[in-house]
């Protein structure tokens, strides 16, 4: 039996022989109504705030379920960047190491063509300084031989005059 407040108030009770005084039980009813009345208002405050408080409670776990799911995806995301920046550098560093390659090897090409050149210097420097003192024997040769026909001439003149 579900009681309220007014059940109390307005609860009437038989009279036997042996009867309690009628203003001692109003009295009595009096306060248990009054206290029955205010733990029932009370009963019921507190099941608005349960109910305000389930709620809250409700949307409070929406909230977290919607900020996991918000966290799930942030992480996600963060290791999709992770392996998207690994793959990055992976890839930098692998050009940075074409490009390394590349250059050490054009430094060995311009090296050997350096060489080349050298050579090529030095043999032209041999070859000239052959040619010149092959030309500077071939001159002194005809220098001397310039010289013997001049005499011969000026003694077959000489000779031709005496």
Do not use: W
């Not at 009770?13 to 205010?38: H, I, M, N, S, T």
């Not at 405050?45 to 949307?59: G, I, M, S």
């Not at 300084?129 to 005499?151: A, F, G, I, N, P």
């Amino acid at each position: 039996m579900n009681l309220n407040p007014l059940d109390i108030y307005n609860k009437e009770f038989r009279k036997g022989f042996f009867a309690y005084k009628k203003e001692d039980v109003d009295d009595f009813l009096e306060q248990v109504g009054r206290d029955y009345e205010e733990i029932y208002n009370e009963l019921n405050e507190l099941r608005e705030e349960t109910e305000k408080l389930q709620e809250q409670l409700e949307k409070c776990s929406q909230q977290e379920m919607r900020l996991r799911h918000e966290l799930q995806k942030a992480q996600e995301e963060k290791e999709n960047i992770e392996k998207e920046s690994d793959l990055i550098i992976k890839d930098a560093r692998m050009k940075a190491k074409e490009i390394i390659e590349d250059a050490q090897n054009q430094i060995k090409d311009y090296y050997s063509r350096y060489q080349k050149l050298k050579e090529l210097e030095e043999l032209f420097r041999v070859r000239f300084r052959t040619l010149l003192e092959t030309h500077l024997e071939y001159l002194e040769k005809h220098e001397s031989q310039m010289e013997r026909k001049t005499q011969e001439e000026v003694t077959t003149e000489d000779e031709e005059a005496e």
